[in-house]
């Protein structure tokens, strides 16, 4: 079972997220803040890693950064509100596999974005 960690500060966000994505066969695991998703790096190792790019305290760059130093081959897609052109080339320079702006379409993710990922996986 592929695992997959949600890091949002946006509870509701990270709730739905949950329960759709949880029905597809992902073990599941929910962060709200950088230093519980950086510990849930390093106990659990999950596949897959989606990550919104504005937190409070620590940025979800940051983040980025440090999950790729913890696990260089976690395949992390990065959630915007601000489609910036610059901030989604850096965050690809720091590792991102992928990214997605919000308010985004639950079908584009798991049609479009969540199958690339897969693959990469394989």
């Known amino acids: ?10 509870l509701p966000t990270s709730d ?6 949880g029905e597809r066969d ?27 790019i504005k937190m409070p305290g620590q940025s979800g760059m940051k983040i980025l950064q440090q999950i790729k ?6 395949k992390v897609i990065m ?3 601000v489609k910036d052109e610059a901030m ?7 590792g991102a596999s992928d990214y997605i702006t919000k308010p985004f379409s639950l079908e584009h993710l798991e049609k479009d974005i ?8 394989i």
Do not use: C, H, W
């Open 26 to 52: 992902y073990e599941i695991f929910i962060a709200n803040d950088g230093e519980s998703a950086l510990s849930i790096v390093k106990e659990k190792q999950p596949n897959i890693v989606l990550l919104d």
């Open 16 to 21: 739905f997220l949950n329960r759709y994505l």
């Open 114 to 121: 969540m199958p690339k990922i897969l693959k990469q996986l």
């Open 79 to 81: 959630m915007t509100a």
């Open 1 to 10: 079972m592929v695992k997959l960690l949600i890091v949002d500060d946006d």
């Open 69 to 74: 130093e913890i696990d260089k081959n976690a």
């Open 88 to 94: 989604i080339e850096l965050a690809k320079e720091y």
